[in-house]
């Protein structure tokens, strides 16, 4: 019997796979081990699902490799990897709202905000890369007029391994595995420990939707057995990663210790939002409100570090923590909470001691700051604003990775921009000004990989996203992100 349990969603039961997926198949794991999945809205086991370790990893790697030199990679056109993609969006569509409730129960986001926005954009990431599988090529290159032609071709890479973290469960699947599939690799992927449900399901779409067995190979497990099995594979050609700097390193190590596989990173951020004083105050304090406290700041981009400059700092202060404090808190099946909890206690026990210490190098809490008392408990912490911040202190200078922006004031647009840059990362930042001159000025000048200009978080799947410094390696999103599972031969014919 397959492994698989039954859940509970917001008001029926459902069964959902639980196992290892190779091959199209579901499988224990090798050593019969199993971990518990919580719900961080009230800190229950909702179930176990099979923990993958190495054996696992290599026959999910072997059946990768026969389906990419039988049934997929080059055997297969791109007009057939693209309807492949569209019916699978469209199977994602169908159980969009099942999909939602899974990711809400398990990874504790807003039912409306998974579905609408998570979900939706994935399908859309889908139908994107369908767009792009047939329309990425290469060229033909005279070397010697009349007698002798060049010609590039752009092939699949091969196996791609891929890890993703807990907060986009499945935005971060949809990122990795789109463009994978429309370049022809096939993919062993690691879910996070914290939420390999939404992905577990997926797999039932893949094998649904018509993917030759052994294209799409996923393995729940941690970072420290199926994880790191995936970024020292000896058959693996690239790896994929989303996450932390320092598991970031980890991978690349692993990478370049094994077979100098290709890496690319998606790694943290500590995102600056810079308001100028010619600033739509009341819609500046919007998006950053939405910048810092969206996810419950359990986001990458989070723009965290809020530099406003001194002349409007207390006005902005007093909207930003109303709108703070209008956050929609509660229990995230329910249609209207657009802030939900962490994703585990560690991480809320994390975010409460960066508030504390904060705190005790002279930051003031003008709002938020403590646990949040949810009914059946939880792991949530209250939307909060420290004021008075300096560029020294540890809130200001590492990823909290939950709902804490870190205020501090400007005097000059030089001041702004040296505080903005003084960072490791360099991820994201947002400009609010009314001088199309200075946006244009101050946009050229941060270290980033994307700046928002009068806005904040707005993603496209067709414009590439990606971080400078510490903030990672490479690009997803965009026909940059297809280019990273493609590799160039050149072939030269004398004619
Ligand atoms: P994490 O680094 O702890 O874990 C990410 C994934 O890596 C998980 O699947 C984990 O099991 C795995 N992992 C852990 N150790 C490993 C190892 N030694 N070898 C291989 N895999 C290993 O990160 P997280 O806590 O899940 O996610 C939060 C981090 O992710 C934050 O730093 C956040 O900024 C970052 N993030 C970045 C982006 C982006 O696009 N730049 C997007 C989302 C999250």
Redesign the pocket.
């Known amino acids: 019997m397959a492994p698989s349990a039954k859940i509970q969603l917001n008001d029926k039961e459902v069964e959902v796979p639980t196992g290892i997926f190779i091959n199209n198949e579901w499988h224990y794991a090798a050593d019969s081990s199993t971990f518990e999945v919580l719900n961080p809205a009230n800190g229950q086991v909702i179930t176990s699902v099979a923990h993958g370790k190495s054996e696992d990893v290599d026959k999910a790697v072997s059946a990768a490799r026969k389906a990419f030199k039988t049934t997929w990679g080059k055997n297969v056109g791109p007009e057939e990897r693209a309807s492949l993609l569209l019916k699978l969006a469209d199977l994602m569509e169908r159980d969009q709202q099942l999909l939602a409730e899974i990711e809400s129960v398990n990874g504790g986001k807003g039912v409306r905000i998974a579905r609408d926005l998570d979900i939706g954009d994935t399908i859309g990431c889908l139908r994107y890369y369908a767009g792009w599988a047939g329309k990425v090529h290469g060229e033909t290159i005279e070397t010697a007029p009349k007698t002798k032609l060049a010609y590039t071709l752009l092939e699949p890479l091969g196996v791609a391994g891929q890890?993703?973290?807990?907060?986009?469960p499945i935005?971060?699947w949809g990122?990795k595995v789109a463009p994978a599939l429309a370049a022809g690799c096939s993919i062993v992927m690691?879910?996070?420990?914290?939420t390999p449900l939404s992905a577990l399901y997926l797999c039932k779409l893949i094998k649904e939707a018509g993917y030759p067995a052994g294209a799409v190979n996923l393995v729940p497990?941690?970072?420290?057995t199926?994880?790191?099995?995936?970024?020292s594979h000896m058959d693996i050609d690239k790896v994929a990663?989303?996450?932390?700097?320092?598991?970031?390193r980890?991978?690349m190590e692993?990478a370049a210790k094994s077979n100098l596989k290709k890496v690319t990173?998606?790694?943290?951020?500590k995102s600056p939002v810079l308001v100028f004083p010619s600033a739509d105050l009341e819609e500046a304090a919007n998006w950053a409100a939405l910048g810092c406290f969206f996810n419950s700041g359990?986001?990458?981009?989070?723009g965290s570090r809020l530099l406003v400059h001194e002349e409007v700092h207390d006005k902005f202060i007093e909207i930003l923590v109303a709108k703070a404090k209008a956050c929609a808190i509660g229990n995230p099946l329910d249609e209207a909470t657009s802030f939900g909890p962490l994703?585990s206690s560690a991480?809320r026990d994390k975010v409460l001691s960066y508030v504390d210490s904060g705190v005790s190098e002279g930051a003031k809490v003008a709002t938020g700051g403590k646990k949040w008392k949810a009914e059946n408990g939880g792991f949530y912490v209250e939307p909060t604003v420290l004021t008075g911040c300096k560029p020294s202190m540890q809130c200001v200078r590492e990823?909290i990775?939950g709902p804490v922006m870190s205020v501090m004031t400007f005097r000059s647009e030089e001041e702004a921009l040296e505080m903005a840059n003084d960072s490791i990362y360099g991820?994201a930042a947002g400009v609010f000004t009314g001088n199309a001159k200075q946006a244009m000025r101050v946009s050229g000048e941060l270290s980033a990989g994307t700046v928002w200009v009068n806005q904040y978080n707005v993603l496209s799947n067709a414009v590439p996203?990606?971080?400078v410094r510490q903030?990672?390696i490479g690009r997803?999103l965009g026909l940059a992100g297809i280019k990273e599972y493609l590799s160039t031969k050149s072939v030269h014919h004398n004619v």
Request: with cysteine.
């Open positions: 890890v993703i973290p807990w907060n986009y935005g971060m990122w690691k879910p996070s420990e914290l497990g941690f970072g420290q199926a994880g790191a099995a995936i970024a990663f989303t996450g932390s700097v320092m598991t970031g980890k991978i692993a990173l998606e790694l943290g951020g359990q986001d990458c981009t989070a994703i991480q990823e990775f991820l996203f990606g971080g903030s990672g997803e």
